[in-house]
């Protein structure tokens, strides 16, 4: 059942939770959607369908501005998104969590992981795509946005263009992490299609190199897509959670 919290900003967030077993030792897992994307994707359905047949706890959310949330998709950055993915575990009583985050959403994982410490108990990223804002656009692009105005770029997945927003770029470019290092010291798990052509798999070996943690894994996928979605991606992704949840 969708339900919604109330932000400190008066926006509602859309979201829904899969409490586990009382009391439950175990983290939650958080699934983070990719840029403009929802909690409606195949991916996390099958994430909290799995916890829930696996008796786990699951939060997925829409963030403002998309999905079944308020607000202004043109008014919303990443490190705004941090703060609201922060006010709702807090609302919720969400103590520890294990972080699952798909292109944009790994990006914003890493932000999160640093900003909750040791709350973060793993992390999990599906074709990772940090400082996109960065390696994504081009000069005559970022002249665009250092004008204030937008950039629209072909969706091969729909039939309207890709808006990003030069507020949201100028944010982004303040949140580069792959230069600057990743301070997280627990495991991760990154799973990257080498077919990938929004973001190049090159991307998660340079972030497995920047973050701090010595416990992390890189799982390539010759065929894979950007999108992950395929019953053999998804598969994989629900081995590497259930791996960590053994360890």
């Avoid at 400190?8 to 840029?35: N, Q």
């Avoid at 609302?91 to 992981?113: D, K, P, Q, T």
Wanted: negative net charge.
């Amino acid at each position: 059942m969708i339900q919604h919290f109330t932000l400190p900003s008066g926006e509602r967030m859309a979201y829904r939770f899969l409490p586990g077993p009382k009391p439950d030792p175990t983290p939650t897992i958080v699934f983070l959607p990719g840029y403009m994307s929802d909690m409606s994707g195949g991916k996390a359905q099958a994430v909290i369908a799995d916890a829930e047949a696996k008796g786990r706890a699951c939060l997925l959310l829409d963030y403002t501005g998309l999905g079944q949330s308020e607000g202004v998709f043109a008014e919303k950055s990443l490190p705004l998104w941090r703060e609201e993915v922060i006010a709702l575990l807090d609302g919720l009583g969400i103590e520890r969590v294990i972080l699952v985050g798909s292109s944009m959403g790994g990006w914003l994982m890493l932000l999160l992981a640093e900003a909750l410490g040791t709350r973060v108990a793993a992390l999990v990223g599906l074709a990772p795509a940090p400082d996109f804002c960065e390696w994504g656009f081009d000069a005559a692009q970022k002249a665009v946005f250092a004008r204030g105005e937008p950039v629209y770029e072909e969706n091969i997945y729909g039939p309207e263009p890709t808006p990003t927003y030069a507020k949201f770029w100028a944010a982004g470019m303040e949140c580069l992490r792959l230069a600057r290092g990743v301070a997280f010291d627990g495991p991760v798990r990154l799973i990257h299609g080498q077919a990938d052509r929004d973001v190049p798999w090159d991307i998660s070996i340079r972030l497995a190199a920047a973050l701090r943690s010595a416990d992390v894994q890189v799982h390539l996928i010759k065929d894979g897509d950007h999108r992950l979605s395929r019953r053999a991606d998804i598969a994989i992704l629900l081995g590497q959670l259930d791996a960590l949840f053994a360890a």
